[in-house]
């Protein structure tokens, strides 16, 4: 279970931390995301994070976006600095995880936590 946080209504040009926890037992975090969805408008990634600690962002993420993990807490952090209204979306996590002893990857999504951007 994937558990997201932090969203909420910010000013443009402030900044923002999401939190995103996975919570079931028994699984081994790999690599974990975050997409985001605005309204009328199709999911799309906007930064990732490997087991190895590798990032990769959206261009239109990069300078402004920073992804990062803690790992022993199995949590997933996107801090996001100058927003602006177009930021607004959903923003959703999404991890890819493996049963122990188990080597098939399954993908989970969390719930959502909803960015909103007044200019």
């Known amino acids: 279970q994937l558990q997201a946080s932090g969203g909420g209504l910010v000013q443009a040009g402030e900044s923002l931390r999401l939190s995103c926890v996975a919570s079931?037992?028994?699984?081994?975090?790999?690599?974990m995301r975050w997409y985001r969805q605005a309204s009328g408008k199709e999911r799309e990634l906007v930064a990732e994070v490997t087991t190895g600690g590798s990032t990769r962002y959206a261009d239109s993420a990069v300078g402004r976006v920073f992804i990062s993990r803690d790992s022993m807490k199995k949590t997933v952090y996107l801090q996001i600095g100058s927003l602006k209204p177009e930021d607004t979306a959903v923003y959703y996590c999404?991890?890819?995880?493996?049963?122990?002893?188990?080597?098939?990857?399954?993908?989970?999504w969390g719930q959502g936590t909803l960015v909103t951007v007044s200019s």
């Open positions: 999404n991890v890819d995880a493996r049963r122990y002893g188990r080597s098939n990857i399954l993908n989970y």
């Open positions: 079931a037992s028994g699984f081994i975090i790999d690599d």
